[in-house]
């Protein structure tokens, strides 16, 4: 059973209001993903990191999108402006490694905006 | 980039029947491939993994082949059942390690 551990659960913010969520990877695990699933299940990548580095990111997490994965603190993703169409359930996934290894995925933070 | 065409969008079977999903993708240097399930309104749940061209049987009532040749990747649930009805999704890896998705299979099973 994966141990990634969201929060919020449910988030939900008007136009134009922040957007934070929070991500505690599994224990030991460096290698953390943010992706986005959107109502017709498509899964847009948005970022990861491997530590505190950021290994790839695409241009909408450039943008209006931030995130962070500090030691000690839990990673986070923060949507600085919200739009209708940042709907989605935002999911965290955490790795021992960007090889040979599983990736484990949290229960999500579902963002709505109204 | 990496793309992964998944195949059938939508699955419909009898119980004890068995189901079959497919999914062909694009970059060679993928090296790691995932089949998830999710359950509505739940998470992603690994349900298998490979990474060499074998047949592999999990022993829970799936097997997955991978060819590589073919740069194919399948699901096959050998006698489904109703607590199978969900979506699965492969997904592959590549690069950086991320994780690059089909656009799902929603199976349903019926009595």
């Known amino acids: 059973n994966s141990k990634v551990i969201q929060t919020p659960r449910y988030l939900v913010k008007g136009q134009g209001q922040k957007a934070k969520m929070r991500c505690i990877p599994e224990k030991g695990h460096p290698v953390v993903f943010w992706y986005q699933q959107n109502k017709n299940n498509e899964f847009k990548f948005l970022i990861n990191?491997?530590?505190?580095?950021?290994?790839?990111q695409i241009d909408m997490t450039e943008k209006r999108f931030s995130a962070e994965c500090p030691s000690n603190s839990p990673c986070s993703l923060e949507i600085q402006s919200s739009e209708a169409g940042d709907s989605a359930l935002y999911l965290c996934a955490s790795s021992l490694s960007t090889g040979y290894t599983e990736v484990f995925f949290g229960k999500g933070t579902r963002l709505t905006v109204v | 980039g990496e793309q992964v065409e998944q195949r059938p969008p939508h699955l419909s079977v009898r119980e004890g029947d068995s189901a079959v999903i497919t999914c062909t993708y694009t970059d060679p240097n993928s090296y790691y491939f995932f089949w998830y399930k999710q359950e509505p309104g739940a998470s992603l749940q690994l349900l298998m993994k490979?990474?060499?061209?074998?047949e592999i049987n999990e022993g829970q009532g799936f097997t997955v082949l991978l060819n590589k040749k073919d740069k194919r990747l399948s699901l096959n649930l050998t006698a489904a059942h109703p607590g199978d009805s969900a979506a699965y999704f492969c997904?592959?890896?590549?690069?950086?390690?991320?994780?690059?998705f089909g656009h799902g299979t929603i199976l349903r099973v019926h009595p």
């Open positions: 490979v990474f060499s061209s074998t």
């Open positions: 990191f491997q530590n505190q580095e950021v290994l790839q």
């Open positions: 997904a592959v890896r590549a690069n950086t390690g991320k994780l690059t």
